[in-house]
Every structure is written in C-alpha cells, then in structure tokens.
C-alpha cells in the first residue's frame, strides 16, 4: 500500500492515523518540564569537572588544598574516593582486564576524561575553583589511528590487557572461500567511518543523593534509559540493584542515542553526594558533550565481493576494525554485532567470511549514535556494490536487483542467522523508481553532463533491524565464553494501563522519549482497543526503577518502540478489555464475546449500552456486581517478549533483531567545479516499515532521520590532533545542518506487516542515518568518476577529489609555516628590530626581572635553578582564557648570538608548550635584528574551542615578548612584522583576541 503520510485508511479506529502529537502543546508553549527545570532539595549542591587535557598520561598527583580553601567550596572528589567506595564498569567482552573507573585513577586516556569534581555551593563557584586544582601528569605518547593502534609496536592504553586489539572474532558462513575461486571477478574496497555524534538541544543532566541511612543512591537524570545499563550502574557504585534507585523527567531535549552515554556520570554523581554529605547536581554544557560524551565508533572495513560475469555477489568478506576510544564502554562493542545478522543487507548473498576487531585509542569513548552500526555497515556494502557495478561497467540498479531477496523467500534466514520478517524488495524498488521520477531524473544526469556540469546519481538499498535481541552484544564472546556466562536473549517489554473510579485511563510504558511521540502513539493503541477519545487518555513516560514496572531490556533505542513497546500497550489494553468485557457480560447476563467498544460506549449490537466510566466504575465502586474471579481494581501489566529472539548458537548465527525493514534511496547530486560544494536535487526515500501507527510521526522521524544523516554525509566529523587534542569543541567547528541546509525528501511508504510484533509494526527512526550517507557517497562517486570516498563530503575535500590546487594566498597573507598535519602544533618564524645592540638584548633576556615583564600574561616567576624558572601565567585565545602553572626555561645559550625560549604548562583550561630559537643579528644602524623560528602546542579545552583562532593568536602571543622586550630596553615598541600584524588584526576584529 502507498499512500501520503496524512491519510490513514477510511473508516479506520484512531491507530494508523496521522493523529497531531498530544506531546507539542507543552512544548510549544514553554512549559515542558526537563530535567533542569524540576526543583532541587533543600541543600542541593552543584558539580563540576576537571578533565584532562592530556590524551595519554599518568595522573602523578592531585591537590586540591587551594580549591577547598576558596568560599563555598564543599568538597572534592578524587580519585582516591573512587577507589574507596566504587568499581571499575564491567567490560563488554571477556580476557580483556581493563580498569575503566568513573574517573580518572592512574591514567588519562581521553582529552576530557574526568579527573575529579569540585563540589561547591552553586555553579559558579564550582567553576572557579576548577583552576585551584593542581594536577601533575606524566604525559605519555598517544595513538590516534585506529590500524596503528593495532599494531604490535603501538603505545598500549591499557597495560594489564596488554594490547589495544582487545576483542578479536573470526567468522566463516557458508563456503566463501570456494565462492572466491570459482568468482568471475573479485572486487575491493576500503573504507573509512569517520567519528561523529548526535548534538541534542539538552544535554546531560544529572541530580545524584546518596542515602548514608540505606547506603542506596538515588538518582534523577535524562536517560534514554538506564534500563540495561541499571545493573552496570549498580555493580559500579558497589551496591545491590535495589539500592540505586534511577529516575527520569517528563521531558528531554533529544538524544539519538547518546544518551545512553550518561552511565558514566550518574555514578560519579553518586559519589560526589556521597563525599559532599548533600545532593549534588551537575549539568553538562556543549563543549563537555562534545569532547567527553560519546560518539559513533569509527571504522576501518576492508571489503570484497566474489562476483559472476553478470554481477551477481556469490560471497562477501569482511575485515574490519572498530574504534572505541579509550575503553571498551557498555554496551559496546554493540556497534559491531548489531549488525550481525543481516552483514549482506538487503541480498540474498550465502558465503561469508567476517574478521573483527576491536581497538582502543586515545579518544573519548564511543557508544550509541542513531542508527548506530548500521551507518558503518552500509557505508562499506553499498558502496562495495556501487564499485562492482562500476568494475563491471554495469548498471548500478541492475546490480542491486540482481541481488535482493527474492518476496517469496520470507521469512528469510540470512547467512549469518537474521530471520527477515517480511518484505517485497523488489516491488518496494519499483514504487520508488516510478514515483519518484527515476528515469527523469537520470535524464537531468545527461543533460547536465552534456552541458560540462558534474552530476551524479547516487542509489542504496538497506535493511533496517529493529528491537534488538539482548543476546546479540554475547557474539562478541566465542562459544565457549558464552557458555560459561549463560545465554542471553529476547527483548522484553513492559507497558501498565490503569483506570480510575472515573473512567480515566492512564498508560504507563518503560520506554523514555526524547521527542518521538510515544505518548500520541500510545494512547492510540489503548483507544483503538477500549473505543474511547485518544485525548481522555494520559500516558506517563516519566520512570522510576524503585517502583514501575520494567526490565533490562526496556527502552527506545534500537527503534524498538512501534514494534515492541507499543505492541505491550496493547496487550495490557486486551486484557482489561477483557475484564471489561466480562464485567459487562455478567451486569447484561450475556455472552463477553458479544461486547463491543466504540465511542466511549460498552455495548451488545442491538443490545443494552453503557458509558465506559460506568463500566469501569463498576470495578471501584460495585465490588459486589463483579463476575466470579474479578478481583476489581483494573490495572494490568503486560511483559512481551518474541521467542524469534534466541541466543546466539554454537556456530554463531544470530538473529540480532527481531524485524527488518527495508529501504531503498536515490538521489541525484551536482556539484560546483569551483567551491566543491554539493547540490542535492532530488532526494527519494521509500520504506517499508510494516504497518504505520502513525503516518505523520513516521514521516516526521524520518524527516529528522534524513537530516542528521545529511550532516553525517557532508559535514559533520569529531577531529583529533595527532597529539589526541580534540578540535571540534564548538558549533563552529563541528558542523550541524541548520534550516538553510536542510533538504526535503521525497518520502514515499509500503507497507509489509511484520508477522511477529503484535501490531504488525517495524522500527522506521534509524533508517535513514543508515541508507543516506552511502547514498549520496555512492551519486559522489558517480559523479567524479572516484572510487576513494571519504566522509564527510566537506567542499574542501570534494576539491581535493576534483584535483583542484588552493589557489596560491595573496601577498602578504601567506602562511609563515605549515602547522604539523592532523594537530594543533603552530609553527612560525617573524623578526624584529629592537633598538640595542645584541650583547645589550642579550643580558636583558637573561634578567629574570625582564623575563617576568616580557612574558604575557605573567603574574609571578620563580627561579629554581639555572635559567630554569617556574611561572604563574595567564594565556588567553579568543573567549578562552587560563591560567596556567608553567615552567620557562633559556637553553641553547650562545651569547650574544642566539638561545632557545620555552616553556610548558597544565591548567584546567588544557595543556600548553612552546619554544622560540631566536637569532640576534646585528645591523648597520646598531640595532638589534631578533629572528625566531617558533613552534606551539596546545591542549584540551583551548584546543578544542580556540582552534580556528590558534595561528594569529600564537603569532600575537610570541610577538607580545619581543615587542616588550623591546619597550623595557627602550620605553617604546619595536617596529616590524609584528606591528603590521597587530594593527591588521585591530582592524579586522577591533582589540585582538589573546593577551
């Protein structure tokens, strides 16, 4: 069936309609509750956290004296308390002994990570005194690159595991290795998945209390759920499961799965109420969601694909490689076996051959990001499958075709164990390319061509898992392993319904939104099932572990809610239906299967009728008219779980989720042979989601899908330094599509119900972060004639595949040096003139009263040995600014010819450290000529937020020195490059941005 969102089939109950959201009333008028509106405790406290800014490091020592002697600092958790009162998070695979605490407790292993919180009266205060904390770090060599990491001689991050490969599987289905014998052609790819994340408008919050009474916590945050992560939490904090108590607000700002994320903060503020003696509240801001959160795993997938003549794949092997930062967080290395099952997407491929593993670097670690392991998957398959149409000089779609499931295969076992539901892939394609004006589209191609434009088409078909089995992460183990931990499987779900002496319904569902809609879908579902108004029933999404109903599989990730969560609402509303049913029966001494419901009315056609209050109202207030067995009081808690949802077997096929839809993407791309940019002129996407619940939800997440996934195809990438500085830590470097880039799809339906929920529904919120990014890759690709696509298609790297050269910079503004690639080193050289002879400059230098004066932003400097000195500086970029503990030091002495300056220094602000050689010449007039060649590093939040700004404020900051130099000899500044500079930089953003 095709139809627009906005219509549901005629004569139809509530369900399947395009019904506005119950939800948006509050919203838009500003009254949703999120988590940092709800009142606080009396004596509430507030966080906040010092993060290293150091990739790899040893933590030598932590003092906090100065910080707890500051007014309105309480308390200071470190290290030391977590050792003391908490566990390292149990690690997802086995044989791998890593320690991963809340904190930091011997080593760094991120930009970011925790190291301890400052507790304090209010924000401000806690603030403030994060630069009182004095940390001293060992720094030790970081590892960025996920192939390197993997190698024998790669710095290790964890020494007890004694590699980074920290998992390790091998898995063989069918006969691929025959399939690649007997092939007509083999056909390769290689591939990289780069780092990125979901940016909801809200970010963490977390309320932690710990009960000295019970020795429980009790904490209040934005989860997307701590249902499967509750039992993580717990063993963390050190107590029993009934002794943490989680609970969740009304309403949250978005998530798209990095909410999941939060595990990690709700035990450190547990602990921090603990040590504080009073609740504690932390609210994250942007930069800290950024650089310390989570993010989607990076990948590296070397494919390849056993082909006939005529471009049917007979095997597929799989190498691959997943990036998971500095630990190996739960639920990962969910990003890898999510996809399991289905590894040959939408084809009917039987041989294959996986190798996976799983690396550790020196980045945040990464967890759920919306559609998260398939985005990685299809990335490779699909553009493998573009590439052996290319090699063939074949049709892309032809290709495709050639190879999808037959609709009489269903349900259909794949190679390695999904069983697809339901689907008719090739009719769903069909239905696109004719509605969506394919051929006229690929006539735009050749047009555009003929007139020398470059114009692409672009195509992906994928399947889209939902609810997924809790078994599925176990692949990871081998057999044995599996065995010895027991089986896991299913995916239960939980939803109560209530109703009141009055006739009030009430839903409870354990499943925690973040936008989507679920209480207008649920009470769809109830008011389909009892006859009643949608708008007369209220569905509490708020959840409180201590006392509803759930379980670890409950929640909303894994677009499990349409299928799995609304499918229990409806088997609560069936059995007080039932009970209704016979409440009625025995009042009219009737048959209960002649009792209707409709119009807010329980009746027998043609027979006696009542209110459905009445009805219910029977249950309070007539006990004694109740049937036999009808203990009154009608509320019902329905737990569903499908038994397609086995534990892996003995040769490791897994039915990773319990239903597939499909969905198949075209679009056509331009792109401009000068600026690189990329057009989209057409974008189509027609899925087959099972039956709609409701239509315009359904097109709203896939509108929201489309458009993340339009930031993750074109602009969108978490960048790291070589050093492991992250350099993304503002809006202004990590790019998000806004309203002028967005772009609205064609969105077109089909509908195949899964026979297995039980409504008939399949997840729909995912799909398109999976099919859209190699979609407009694959009309790239098409449209240069490349093969090495790379996410994301930022204009800059377009141009490099156009092989267009950076036009030479215009005079005067061409760059001293090059900065190292990949990091934020700054390398420079410049000159000045000061008016004294060298020996005169030299021996100024060499005064600690002149070094203390030239160096900006110095408040003290100390000697401690020869030429060596320890000083307390201020350095500013932009709206960044720190104060730093450092140490300066004059090397290389070779009077009155040359010497070295440098210096290093940690603040909570970042690390910093930098050197100048400098050259004294003498010239004609008596005069000094000062050249310097200088290099600067910097770290952690300076880097992340003052990025863009790094090279001119470096120049400003070493210009500063020679130019004060110049005024303590004389009482007036020096000329030369660096006066040019600073009146250039005064004219262009007013009074400059460092000091």
């Not at 007014?71 to 977590?82: H, N, P, S, W």
């Not at 892309?396 to 697809?420: H, I, K, Q």
Request: hydrophobic content about 40%; overall charge negative; glycine content about 10%.
């Amino acid at each position: 069936m095709n139809h627009p969102a906005s219509e549901g089939p005629a004569g139809a109950g509530p369900l399947g309609r395009s019904l506005t959201r119950v939800e948006d009333a509050a919203l838009l008028r500003g009254l949703g509750r999120y988590a940092d509106d709800l009142a606080t405790p009396p004596g509430t406290l507030h966080a906040a956290v010092v993060r290293s800014p150091h990739a790899h490091a040893r933590v030598l020592s932590v003092d906090a004296s100065e910080a707890l002697a500051m007014k309105g600092v309480r308390a200071v958790l470190t290290g030391e308390d977590v050792k003391r009162w908490a566990n390292p998070f149990p690690v997802g695979v086995r044989g791998a002994p890593m320690e991963h605490w809340c904190m930091a407790v011997d080593k760094v292993r991120y930009v970011g990570e925790p190291v301890c919180v400052v507790i304090a009266e209010d924000r401000y205060r806690a603030e403030d005194a994060l630069d009182a904390v004095r940390v001293e770090y060992e720094p030790l060599k970081p590892v960025i690159d996920p192939e390197k990491a993997a190698a024998e001689d790669a710095p290790v991050l964890h020494e007890s595991v004694g590699a980074n490969v920290v998992n390790e599987r091998h898995f063989h289905y069918g006969e691929p290795d025959k399939a690649f014998e007997e092939a007509d052609h083999r056909v390769s790819i290689k591939v990289r998945f780069p780092r990125n994340s979901c940016t909801p408008i809200e970010c963490y919050v977390v309320l932690g209390q710990y009960h000295a009474a019970t020795g429980g916590y009790d904490i209040l945050s934005n989860f997307q759920g701590p249902y499967a992560l509750h039992s993580v939490m717990a063993r963390a904090l050190n107590v029993t499961g009934s002794r943490l108590r989680l609970r969740t607000p009304p309403d949250s700002g978005g998530s798209f799965g990095i909410k999941q994320g939060v595990l990690t903060y709700v035990v450190l503020m547990g602990l921090a109420a603990r040590k504080a003696g009073a609740p504690v509240k932390w609210v994250e801001d942007r930069l800290e969601h950024l650089q310390a959160s989570s993010s989607a795993t990076n990948r590296v997938a070397d494919m390849e694909a056993a082909v006939t003549a005529d471009g049917r794949v007979t095997a597929l092997r799989y190498d691959q490689i997943d990036d998971c930062g500095g630990y190996l967080r739960a639920p990962e290395p969910a990003t890898f076996y999510r996809m399991h099952g289905n590894l040959t997407g939408a084809y009917g491929i039987r041989n294959l051959k996986v190798r996976n593993r799983v690396v550790l670097t020196n980045k945040m670690p990464s967890g759920l990001n919306r559609g998260f392991g398939g985005g990685q998957m299809y990335f490779a398959l699909e553009r493998l499958m573009h590439q052996v149409a290319r090699q063939l000089n074949l049709d892309p779609l032809e290709v495709m075709r050639r190879n999808l499931v037959p609709a009489d295969a269903f349900p259909y076992r794949t190679a390695s164990g999904a069983l697809l539901d339901s689907g008719k892939y090739a009719d769903t394609v069909d239905l696109a390319l004719r509605d969506g004006g394919y051929d006229e589209l690929i006539q735009r191609r050749d047009r555009a061509r003929a007139e020398g434009k470059l114009y692409g088409v672009g195509l992906c078909a994928v399947v889209e898992p939902s609810i997924s089995n809790m078994g599925y992460i176990t692949t990871a183990l081998t057999p044995e392993q599996r065995a010895k931990a027991g089986p896991k499987n299913g995916a239960v779900s939980t939803a109560t319904i209530g109703i009141d002496p009055l006739g009030g319904i009430t839903v409870h569902v354990s499943s925690t939104p973040q936008g989507q809609g679920h209480q207008t879908v649920a009470a769809q579902v109830v008011a389909e099932v009892l006859g009643v108004d949608p708008a007369n029933i209220l569905v509490n999404v708020e959840l409180d572990t201590g006392k509803d109903a759930w379980s670890i599989a409950s929640g909303n990730y894994s677009s499990r809610f349409a299928g799995a969560v609304a499918g229990a609402v409806h088997k609560a509303a069936l059995k007080v239906r039932e009970r209704l049913a016979n409440i009625a029966a025995t009042l009219w001494e009737a048959d209960a299967g002649q009792v209707r419901f409709a119009d807010g009315k329980v009746f027998i056609e043609d027979g006696p009728s009542l209110g459905f209050h009445r009805v219910a109202g029977t249950a309070h207030w007539s006990p004694a008219l109740l049937p036999d067995g009808e203990a009154g009081g009608l509320r019902e808690t329905a737990f569903w779980t499908p038994p397609q949802l086995e534990a892996p077997d003995d040769d490791d096929h897994i039915n990773s989720s319990l239903c597939h839809g499909f969905i198949f993407d075209y679009c056509g791309v331009e792109i401009d042979r000068i600026t690189g940019e990329i057009h989209i002129d057409r974008y189509v996407t027609c899925h087959d989601a099972g039956r709609l619940l409701n239509p315009m939800l359904v097109d709203g997440q896939i509108r929201g899908g489309f458009t993340q996934a339009l930031g993750v195809a074109l602009m969108e990438e978490f960048a790291y330094g070589d050093d492991g500085s992250f350099l993304s830590g503002t809006l202004a470097d990590y790019l998000l599509p806004t309203a002028p880039e967005a772009v609205e799809p064609l969105i077109l339906h089909t509908e195949t119900p899964s026979p297995f929920t039980p409504l008939g529904a399949k997840g729909v919120g995912e799909g398109n972060n999976m099919s859209t990014p190699v979609c407009i890759a694959n009309a790239v690709a098409d449209a240069l004639g490349r093969d090495d696509i790379q996410l994301p298609l930022t204009p800059s790297r377009v141009r490099g595949l156009i092989g267009i050269d950076e036009p030479q910079a215009p005079e005067g503004l061409e760059p001293l040096a090059a900065p190292k690639p990949g990091g934020p080193a700054l390398q420079a050289r410049d000159s000045v003139e000061v008016p004294a002879s060298p020996q005169t400059v030299y021996d100024t230098v060499l005064d600690p009263e002149t070094l203390r004066a030239i160096i900006p932003g110095c408040h003290a400097l100390e000697l401690e040995g020869d030429n060596q000195y320890r000083a307390d500086v201020t350095v500013g970029v932009g709206m960044i600014k720190a104060r730093f503990a450092a140490r300066v030091q004059l090397s290389d002495l070779d009077p009155p010819h040359s010497l070295r300056l440098s210096g290093s220094g940690d603040s909570a602000m970042g690390s910093a450290s930098g050197s100048a050689h400098v050259t004294l010449v003498e010239l004609d007039n008596g005069h000094t000529r000062l050249d310097y060649v200088y290099e600067v590093d910097v770290g952690g939040k300076i880097a992340a937020v003052g990025g863009r700004m790094l090279q001119s404020a470096s120049k400003i900051i070493i210009g500063q020195v020679f130019n004060r130099l110049a005024q303590r000899l004389t009482g007036k500044p020096a000329g030369g490059l660096w006066q040019r500079l600073r009146a250039l930089l005064a004219r262009l953003f007013g009074k400059g941005g460092a000091s």
